[in-house]
């Protein structure tokens, strides 16, 4: 399986995808998905239900994969440990704090989780 081996969090970016004129929408970034929302929340719910989970490699955690994967990865660890394990360099992680930052700003995380433990995803 060596496609899964290559998608790591690294290429694990949740964009803001501008389309039209103010309007926002979401795209999953995922390694060869390319599916887009009109919220947040969707989002977030289609990747952790629709996607293969995601193996922390700092610590081995199982975690979502997308915007949980990305939350767990400068919650739990260092942007050093970050760095290391993923042979990521400074650019990476800054994509990866905006994204996280941006999630935060809009998202109801309270209903996505409350989503999930409903749906058995969490
Ligand atoms: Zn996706
Ligand atoms: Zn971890």
């Known amino acids: 399986m060596l496609f899964l081996e290559h998608r790591t969090v690294e290429e694990t970016v949740l964009s803001v995808t501008s389309v039209g004129s103010n309007m926002s929408r979401w795209k999953c970034g995922i390694e060869g998905c390319d599916a887009r929302f009109e919220n947040v929340e969707s989002a977030i719910i289609h990747q952790t239900t629709e996607h293969e989970r995601h193996e922390c490699k700092v610590c081995g ?62």
């Not at 199982?62 to 650019?91: M, N």
């Open 61 to 122: 955690t199982i975690v979502p994969e997308g915007y949980f994967a990305i939350r767990h990865a400068f919650d739990e660890h260092t942007r050093a440990e970050f760095v290391r394990a993923y042979d990521a360099d400074s650019s990476a992680v800054r994509v990866r704090e905006d994204v996280k930052e941006a999630v935060e700003e809009v998202a109801d995380l309270n209903r996505v989780v409350k989503t999930l433990r409903d749906e058995g995803a969490l």
